[in-house]
DNA sequence: GAGGGTCAAGTCCGT
DNA sequence: ACGGACTTGACCCTC
């Protein structure tokens, strides 16, 4: 087992707060994770509403989600140092890049109250040493082949950004990272031709991630001299079939790209219950499963639990290196008890 | 209180 | 060409 330093090695987990006793009542569960996560609206159910109690609604919703934001980076700053870091969720601010909304966040009243709060919950992000990140959804598609498209996404990336610019971020070349795929047709160029178009923050922000159907590591390592670059190592395992070593060169371009910043990686695991029966000590061995006939497009889904011992072993090869964003459906539940097994192992190994 | 229908936006795969 | 998956629930509404 290799050197592990608590304070530096960290393991993250994505947006969402569970909490850890499962057997309490739907409802009690409810009432407790409830305030820690983030609330929506649609824009059909708003523009259903006479327009001041679709505002009132809006009102209630950025409040409460700032709130959210700010009660689950308190529960981060309560884990341990290793696993202080934390994605936050898009729905701080319903609707924000709609046309017909985004009046409502530019009121003064509004404005000046997101500011104030977030630029609080930043400086306790700060004071506790969580690391923070977002990442936009499918929708943000910087270099989609469609001017319009791109246009919208623009927008919703720099949604992001405001709200990592309120919290304090994006003055420093990765502060914060906002993470996407590139997803369009356009691949690294249409990346590369909308960085002009991008805030100073944004371009301090942005992190490609490689694709597990489309654009993989191979493209996105064409970008490695204009972003950062984030390794999903269980979508290049989709792609293309292959576990990627810590040592691999790849990797170590994607490290250099973060230009003397830690990097952060994204693990994930295929569902438990797609593979039921699996030896949890083997490692899922994708060419064969594909043989056998499962489909990509059900691999690439995110188990519960980081149930996979083998590939457990494997990310956290990684970890030397980079922090690991765990993505899994059981959040919070599977980071921590995925650290906590590792360092039982380490104690274990001395 | 439970259950069913609905939701701004993009892209890819399979038929 | 088109529907469904991905994401992926959460919310509203009706009973």
Request: with cysteine; net charge neutral; proline share 5%.
């Amino acid at each position: 087992m290799t050197y592990f330093d608590q304070t530096i090695h960290r393991v993250g987990f994505a947006c969402k707060y569970m909490h850890p006793d499962r057997t309490l009542s739907k409802k009690l569960l409810e009432d407790i994770e409830r305030p820690i996560n983030g609330r929506t609206t649609t824009v059909k159910w708003l523009s259903s509403q006479p327009k001041r109690r679709a505002e009132e609604r809006l009102w209630e919703l950025t409040k409460s989600n700032i709130n959210s934001v700010r009660l689950l980076i308190k529960y981060v700053a309560t884990l341990p140092p290793n696993q202080r870091m934390v994605r936050i969720g898009s729905e701080v601010m319903p609707v924000y890049t709609h046309p017909d909304w985004s009046y409502f966040y530019q009121q003064p009243d509004v404005k000046t109250y997101c500011e104030r709060t977030l630029a609080a919950i930043g400086d306790l992000a700060r004071e506790h040493d969580v690391r923070v990140s977002m990442h936009p959804g499918q929708f943000c598609v910087l270099a989609s082949d469609n001017p319009d498209t791109v246009n919208n996404s623009i927008d919703e990336f720099e949604y992001h950004i405001d709200i990592a610019r309120m919290m304090g971020y994006g003055q420093k070349f990765m502060d914060m990272k906002v993470n996407v795929h590139i997803g369009g047709r356009g691949g690294p160029d249409g990346i590369r031709a909308v960085l002009p178009r991008l805030s100073t923050e944004a371009r301090n922000c942005l992190t490609i991630e490689n694709d597990e159907m489309s654009w993989g590591l191979d493209a996105s390592l064409e970008l490695a001299n204009d972003v950062a670059l984030v390794l999903d190592i269980h979508h290049h395992l989709i792609r293309d079939e292959e576990y990627i070593q810590a040592n691999d060169d790849r990797f170590k371009r994607v490290i250099d790209s973060w230009r003397g910043v830690r990097p952060t990686i994204h693990y994930s695991v295929s569902r438990e219950d797609l593979l039921v029966g699996h030896d949890p000590n083997v490692l899922p061995d994708m060419k064969q499963l594909l043989e056998s006939g499962y489909k990509k497009a059900k691999l690439r889904a995110h188990s519960d639990m980081m149930w996979n011992h083998a590939s457990n072993d494997w990310a956290l090869t990684f970890l030397p290196y980079s922090d690991i964003m765990v993505e899994s459906k059981f959040k919070n539940l599977a980071s921590t008890k995925l650290v906590e097994h590792y360092e039982r192992q380490i104690k274990a190994a001395v």
